[in-house]
């Protein structure tokens, strides 16, 4: 669908990567299979190897079994977070008077959380300072993500009208995001 080549260029381009995939036009259920469910897997994974190898790093007390859960349903609702968010990216597109479908406002949520699903990538290491990082680091490449991609995806002619669209779009997404991740610690504390 696209390598990983592309996908470094998308947070610092309109068109490094936006033109392949635009080329492509993958529909959602090839975004799903070969974007959407194996990055998912990540953080849950990565959820599990801390929690087995330095969940006291997080000041967490809890079985095994607890992460267990708490991966799973987090999984779940990962899978449900990137319809959700193509969704609104399709509304918000509705409303500032430009059609587009959900396969692509589908496809721009996906790449979209590529950058947090590969932060959850710090949680591998047992250095808070570096998790912390990560996260930060993966906030701000999406945030980079979904304006050159509703810019390059909506075939905007300003880069202003990308700005408004996506301090909408990730204003609500970054309340599910904390969501998500109040939904992880507090489990795991009690």
């Given amino acids: 669908m696209m390598n990983l080549l592309n996908l470094g260029k998308m947070p610092f381009s309109f068109h490094g990567g936006w033109d392949t995939v635009s080329k492509i036009h993958p529909s959602v259920i090839r975004s799903f299979l070969l974007l959407v469910l194996p990055c998912s897997l990540i953080p849950p994974l990565a959820l599990l190897y801390a929690g087995s190898h330095h969940a006291a790093l997080y000041w967490v007390d809890a079985p095994y079994l607890r992460w267990l859960d708490v991966a799973a349903v987090f999984l779940i609702m990962e899978l449900m977070t990137v319809p959700l968010m193509g969704w609104l990216i399709r509304k918000l597109a509705k409303d500032h008077q430009v059609t587009m479908d959900f396969q692509d406002s589908f496809l721009l949520a996906s790449i979209t959380a590529v950058p947090m699903w590969l932060s959850s990538l710090g949680l591998l290491s047992a250095d808070l300072w570096l998790v912390i990082a990560c996260v930060i680091m993966g906030l701000l490449l999406a945030a980079s993500v979904l304006y050159h991609g509703l810019y390059a995806i909506l075939k905007l002619e300003d880069t202003v009208d990308a ?6 779009i990730f204003s ?3 309340i599910v995001w904390i969501m998500l991740c109040s939904f992880v610690a507090l489990p795991l504390m009690w």
Avoid: A, D, E, T
């Fill in 163 to 168: 700005q408004v669209m996506g301090y909408k």
């Fill in 172 to 174: 609500f997404g970054g």
